[in-house]
Structures are given as C-alpha cells and as structure tokens.
C-alpha cells in the first residue's frame, strides 16, 4: 500500500480525520503550539500521540511523506479499515448459523493482526473485537499481512474488553480461550453454538481476568522443546478446526 494513502499531515487534514474517526496515530514535533488543540483532542479520544525533537521528527517526515512535502508539524497515521460497533458485529452473527467471532485481547504486533484476520475471513468469522488501547491499529503492515482480508472483515475496537465479551454473551455466544493449561482439546466437540475464539497477545498470552470469562479453555498440542505457538498459528489453528467440525456436520 502506498505510504500516501497511509499518512495524512497538516492542521486541517489531522483535524477531520480525527473528527471522523480515522486516525490510528498522531506524530508531533515538539513545542508546536499551532497544533496543540488538535493534539489535546486527540489525547482526549485516546488516540496514541508521539513527540519528537525537529530532527527525529524531519527524518520521520522524509520516510513516510513524498519529497517536497511540508507537513506543518503534525502528521497522522490513519486507519486503513472501517471499524463496527460491537453491536453491528453482533447484528451481522444473527443472519449465520454458529457463527464465530474472533477476540483479541491485546494483539500488539500488526503482522500477527493482519494474519489473523485473513485466517478469519477465510474460514468464515464474521468478525474482530479488540480492544482501543495497547492493540495494533490497521496499518499498511497489517492490510498487507492480511493479503486484503481487513478490507472485508469487520472489525470492532472497544473501550472494555470484558464488558465486550459480556455482551457477546448474553447475545448467545460461547467464549473459548487458548491456554497451555486448558482441560480441553482444541479438537474437542464445543462449537457447536456461536462463538467466540480469544487469541491472547504475543507475550503475555490471555489476560486472566479475560481468562476467567471463558467458558472454555482449549489447549493444542506440542511436541517440540517451544511450548508455545505464534498468536496467528494458534488463531488458524483453531478457526480451522471450527470449520472442520461445520463441515463434518
């Protein structure tokens, strides 16, 4: 994707792109008081901000803006995705039989995002929640990753990822875990209602108080010295095996 479609910059572009809730990041120079109220704003819809001194800043400007290009001090980083209300998403499951949706707790890296959402499309979910905070947002990295799934597959960022899976329970779903401590089998017969499949962050794995929602906690097995698998395997890893068991059915 080209670096263009990805970054905006200038006072009044940032300032829109914010308003309609675009902006997955803001860089800033430091002491641009011209920029201040945008950057407040920003702060204030918990959008990521960063400052940098005017040289980081300038070499920051020359690898993702065109030559030439004079960027006011502020540049941002948008969304590359049209993101749903979890409420849109739940809408959606109901015209599908079983359906999956898939729940990233804290997924920080956009390669493992964007691979994840093309296992996701391709085995049939009908959506992502994650959360707004300490989540990758959409970036080219991750489109690309995604080989255009996120183009497809709709996506929800909410504010509390607990009071998100209490929703999605009382909509009907089933929350499934992967853990090393799991007393089931990811092979075992429990999808057999609409789920949700929860894929922990890379480092820390599911968070516990997330952990303790599950209805389910499902382990796959390993044999080798590595006693765990990279968040995108296990999430394809999983969403297949649902698919398998649909389509045994």
Same mark, same amino acid.
């Given at each position: ?105 804290? /997924? ?8 994840? #959402?093309?296992?996701?499309? $391709?085995?049939?979910? +009908?959506? @992502?929640? %994650? ?67 929860? /894929? ?8 516990? #108080?997330?952990?303790?929602? $599950?209805?389910?906690? +499902?382990? @796959?097995? %390993? ?27």
């Amino acid at each position: 994707m080209e670096k263009k479609l990805a970054y905006i910059y200038g006072k009044n572009a940032v300032a829109e792109a914010i308003e309609n809730d675009t902006v997955a990041k803001i860089f800033i120079v430091h002491g641009n008081q011209s920029a201040s109220s945008i950057f407040n704003k920003a702060k204030k819809e918990k959008i990521p901000c960063v400052t940098y001194d005017k040289r980081k800043f300038n070499e920051f400007e020359r690898t993702v803006l065109p030559i030439g290009i004079k960027s006011q001090g502020i540049i941002a980083l948008r969304n590359l995705s049209k993101t749903y209300a979890l409420e849109e998403i739940i809408g959606m499951s109901k015209k599908v039989k079983n359906p999956v949706i898939v729940i990233l707790d804290e /997924i920080a890296d956009p390669q493992n995002l964007g691979a994840i #959402a093309r296992s996701a499309e $391709c085995s049939g979910a +009908v959506g @992502i929640v %994650m959360p707004e905070r300490n989540s990758s947002p959409i970036t080219p990295v991750a489109v690309k990753a995604s080989a255009g799934a996120l183009e497809y597959m709709p996506v929800a960022k909410v504010s509390n990822l607990g009071q998100a899976i209490i929703k999605l329970k009382d909509a009907g779903f089933w929350i499934v875990g992967t853990d090393m401590k799991g007393n089931k089998k990811h092979t075992d017969k429990i999808y057999d209602s609409p789920i949700g499949v929860v /894929i922990g962050s890379e480092g820390k794995g599911i968070r516990p #108080a997330i952990l303790k929602q $599950c209805d389910h906690l +499902v382990k @796959i097995p %390993m044999l080798g010295k590595i006693t765990s698998l990279n968040a995108s395997v296990s999430a394809g890893v999983i969403l297949y095996e649902i698919l398998r068991q649909k389509l045994d059915n």
